[in-house]
Each structure stands twice: as structure tokens, then as C-alpha cells.
């Protein structure tokens, strides 16, 4: 039962970072722009964010589930971030990347700093881990909420480093420039940005 908990946070938390986001869009940047050194600085860290995160979430799901207005704080909070990280990378497009000193401690503190605002894993894991608990794929105990813990992370790693290698293979086959791979990416996240605004006026005016 513990082995397969393991398994059901990897597949669960692997499945759920394969759209894009935040998260592996930022994967994304820092493989074409910096390397994939500081790309696996950043996955290992917010991977290793991710475990304890979950087992938050699933320690706290009642409690998080009775909260009035949960999704609607989460969207704004998502409009926000989506925004500034959109703004940031928008600023800085045309800047080419320098070699610093310090960069692969700035990818392990992004990777943590994303590991704990990420927002959108906790309607994730509460709708996920409800459906695994309520049917009986996992168990509440403490050491099987651990190794579930412990998958996910696995989980979060793996799916990351594949857009890792899969976006350093772009960059190879394609050559594109610093200038087009941060428009890009920075278009992709003011779109996730209007798509939660929009959402939320549809929610508000015409949701009845």
C-alpha cells in the first residue's frame, strides 16, 4: 500500500504539471535562457518545495474545503502573479542572458519561492486527493501521506525535467532568440492572466 501511495503522487502530480503554467513555462525560460544547470537547480528546488506543500494540502483538505471563496482568492492571486511574472519576463526580452556568479543560487531561491506560491496545486491536490481518499487509493495515516508526499515531488521532478530537455531540444533544433522566447513566453502568461479575469467576470455577471 505504502509502494503504491508513491506511485499514485508521482502519476498524480505528474499529470497535473503537464499543462502549461507558471511553473514549467518558467522551466521552460531558464533552460533556453541560462542552461540547463540552472534549470535543474530550479526543478530539484521547488521539487523538493513541492513535499511538503502536499502533504500540507492533504493534511489541511477539510479544513481548505469549507473555506468560503477559496477558488475566487485563488484566481486573483493567480491574476496577479501571472501578471507580474508576465510584466517582468515583457521587460526583459530583449536583455540576453549574462553569466553571474550567483545564478545558481537565484534558480534554487526561484525554485523555492514558486514551490510555496503556487496556488493553483491547492484546488489540485484538493479535488485529486479527495477522489484518491473517498475511493480508497490512499490512506490518511501519516507515513502513507508521506510517501505520497514523497511521489508527487518525484512526480513535479519528472514532468519538469522532461519540459527541461524537450525545451533545450527547441533551442537546438530551432535556434530561437532571448528576444522571441521571452515575448513568447510573457504573451502566454498575460494570457493565463485574462483567462482567470475573464473567468471571474463570467462568474460574477453572467453565472447565475
Not at 530539484?44 to 493534511?59: G, H, L, P, Q
Not at 531540444?169 to 494570457?191: C, E, G, R, W, Y
Request: charged share 10%; net charge positive.
Amino acid at each position: 500500500m505504502i509502494f503504491l501511495a508513491f506511485f499514485i503522487g508521482l502519476i498524480a502530480n505528474f499529470i497535473g504539471y503537464v499543462p502549461p503554467g507558471n511553473v514549467n513555462l518558467t522551466v521552460a525560460q531558464l533552460t533556453i535562457n541560462r542552461g540547463m544547470k540552472q534549470a535543474l537547480s530550479f526543478i530539484i528546488a521547488f521539487s523538493s518545495v513541492e513535499f511538503f506543500f502536499t502533504y500540507f494540502i492533504m493534511n489541511a483538505a477539510d479544513w481548505l474545503s469549507e473555506q468560503v471563496h477559496l477558488d475566487t482568492v485563488i484566481d486573483w492571486i493567480m491574476v496577479v502573479l501571472f501578471g507580474v511574472m508576465g510584466a517582468i519576463t515583457w521587460v526583459h526580452r530583449n536583455r540576453a542572458p549574462k553569466a553571474k556568479k550567483n545564478s545558481m543560487s537565484n534558480s534554487i531561491k526561484y525554485g523555492i519561492l514558486l514551490g510555496i506560491i503556487n496556488p493553483v496545486q491547492i484546488p489540485f491536490w484538493l479535488i485529486t486527493g479527495s477522489y484518491l481518499i473517498t475511493h480508497e487509493w490512499i490512506e490518511t495515516g501519516w507515513l502513507t501521506l508521506i510517501i505520497f508526499s514523497v511521489g508527487s515531488a518525484a512526480g513535479a521532478f519528472l514532468c519538469l525535467f522532461i519540459y527541461a530537455r524537450f525545451a533545450r531540444l527547441l533551442k537546438q533544433k530551432l535556434d530561437l532568440s532571448t528576444h522571441v522566447i521571452n515575448t513568447a513566453i510573457a504573451i502566454l502568461f498575460f494570457a493565463f492572466a485574462a483567462y482567470h479575469v475573464v473567468k471571474q467576470v463570467y462568474l460574477l455577471f453572467f453565472k447565475h
